[in-house]
């Protein structure tokens, strides 16, 4: 249930490589069907809220970002949550236009699901807990069941992984802390991935 990072990215290899060999080409398959399947989310989430024209523009800047492909090439962590946050945003923002329970449930899971790939996710989680604070129509969001019902389903995804936490594997725990350092270098990598994010 945890290794150096949580366990998404192991259960997607396993099952993966269940069903096909172990093989240079097969994990080269791997990476791009997930990067695939990343764009393919986000292409129905561009369709939700543009044009075609603009859905077209806005998949085509994305691919220029290298995390969708060169370094989409090594299914790794990083690559693993690729797909979780796409699917997070698209259930979220139809949640929050439609508050539809079905949405919410799928957008706490997909949350939950990235973070079950790596824990740099709780920037996606606190900018999902925040977006609804700062736009208009808050009120008639967080009145509804749609908050809880996503926040229930996020903790159920994560619920495995906290138990086996709980009963004394912080190995994750330890990792993203020596990955992190000291109070005053956690701040600087902090700093340095939202700079990065602007960047990209």
């Not at 949640?95 to 996606?124: E, H, I, N, Q, T």
């Not at 604070?133 to 389903?153: D, E, H, K, M």
């Amino acid at each position: 249930l945890g290794y150096n990072h949580p366990p998404l990215g192991v259960w997607v290899v396993t099952v993966w490589f269940t069903i096909f060999p172990r093989a240079d080409w097969a994990a080269y398959l791997l990476a791009t069907t997930n990067a695939g399947v990343t764009l393919w989310i986000c292409w129905k989430l561009f369709g939700d809220w543009l044009d075609e024209a603009k859905r077209v523009v806005a998949l085509a800047m994305l691919a220029l970002v290298p995390l969708y492909t060169f370094q989409a090439l090594v299914y790794n962590a990083n690559s693993a949550m690729m797909p979780a946050w796409a699917a997070a945003t698209l259930f979220f923002l139809r949640a929050w236009r439609d508050r539809r329970p079905a949405d919410a449930a799928l957008a706490g899971a997909s949350a939950g699901a990235s973070m079950l790939a790596k824990y740099w996710s709780v920037y996606l989680v606190i900018a999902l807990a925040l977006a609804p604070l700062l736009a208009p129509g808050r009120w008639r969001f967080l009145r509804s069941a749609v908050p809880w019902i996503a926040a229930g389903a996020g903790l159920l995804v994560l619920a495995p992984h906290l138990a086996w936490i709980a009963s004394g594997g912080a190995s994750t725990f330890t990792f993203a802390q020596d990955t992190l350092g000291t109070d005053a270098s956690a701040v600087s990598k902090s700093a340095q991935y939202m700079l990065g994010v602007v960047a990209y």
